[in-house]
């Protein structure tokens, strides 16, 4: 079946630019997850959502980042006015429920800022 | 706060020899555990997961893992590995709170050699 889908895989952006990328939960999971997998580290949590509901977003390292969900199913991370330090994987995940249920993971956005 | 820590950054194993990635954590209450698997330019694969019960716990891919409430680990272990394991692996622990957000230990990364 379908699994989690982000896009773009890769995205090149200049200092200052703004992005968006896109994540695409499994059909039905109620919650979904976005994390940044910096090169060789392990992915940090960023925001996450039960349906269109923001519930926690202490993970989103400034004001520059902004997420939404407003129909509780597709999700778009946005980073504006990009810096170098941005530059990491980006990673979306999406569940079934609120327990404990394995997170499905997409294949992650490559975000480069130059 | 919820954390884990997994000691070595690289395990090197001859393919046919047995494998184990460490992980320890440090949390408040009983600990939900997980491992994930990563392959190169992919998101993150669940493998297995603790949650309460018998202290071996077996998942994907013939992985188990073992739960050691006095040393606080939960090395992940297989009898014998393949080089098609060589990947990146991650133990998280469940953050408190009513869902399921996770929390990454930095990743190890495994070789299986022929």
């Known amino acids: 079946g379908a699994g989690v889908s982000q896009s773009p895989r890769y995205k090149v952006a200049k200092r200052g630019q703004d992005v968006a990328l896109r994540c695409d939960p499994i059909?039905?999971?109620?919650?979904l997850f976005w994390y940044q997998q910096a090169l060789g580290q392990g992915p940090e949590f960023l925001t996450y959502?039960?349906?269109?509901?923001?519930?926690?977003k202490s993970g989103l390292p400034s004001d520059r980042f902004f997420a939404e969900r407003p129909e509780g199913s597709v999700s778009t991370l946005k980073i504006q006015r990009t810096q170098q330090e941005d530059s990491a994987v980006y990673l979306c995940?999406?569940?079934?429920?609120?327990?404990?249920?394995?997170?499905?993971f997409g294949n992650g956005t490559r975000l480069t800022v130059t | 706060a919820q954390s884990v820590a997994q000691p070595e950054d690289q395990v090197n194993v001859a393919e046919g020899n047995p494998l184990t990635v460490k992980c320890t954590y440090s949390?408040?209450?009983?600990?939900?555990l997980f491992w994930y698997v990563q392959y190169p330019n992919r998101g993150l694969q669940f493998l297995l997961k603790?949650?309460?019960?018998?202290?071996l716990v077996k998942g994907s891919y013939g992985f188990e893992a073992e739960f050691n409430k006095s040393q606080t680990s939960f090395h992940l272990k297989k009898p014998s590995a393949l080089v098609s394991d060589s990947a990146l692996y991650f133990c998280?622990?469940?953050?408190?709170?009513?869902?399921?957000?996770?929390?990454f230990g930095a990743g190890t990364r495994l070789a299986v050699h022929p």
């Open positions: 995940a999406s569940t079934a429920d609120r327990g404990n249920s394995p997170l499905h």
């Open positions: 998280a622990v469940r953050d408190r709170g009513g869902y399921n957000k996770l929390i």
């Open positions: 603790y949650i309460t019960g018998d202290n």
């Open positions: 059909s039905g999971h109620v919650s």
């Open positions: 949390v408040s209450g009983n600990p939900y």
């Open positions: 959502f039960q349906n269109e509901a923001q519930l926690d």
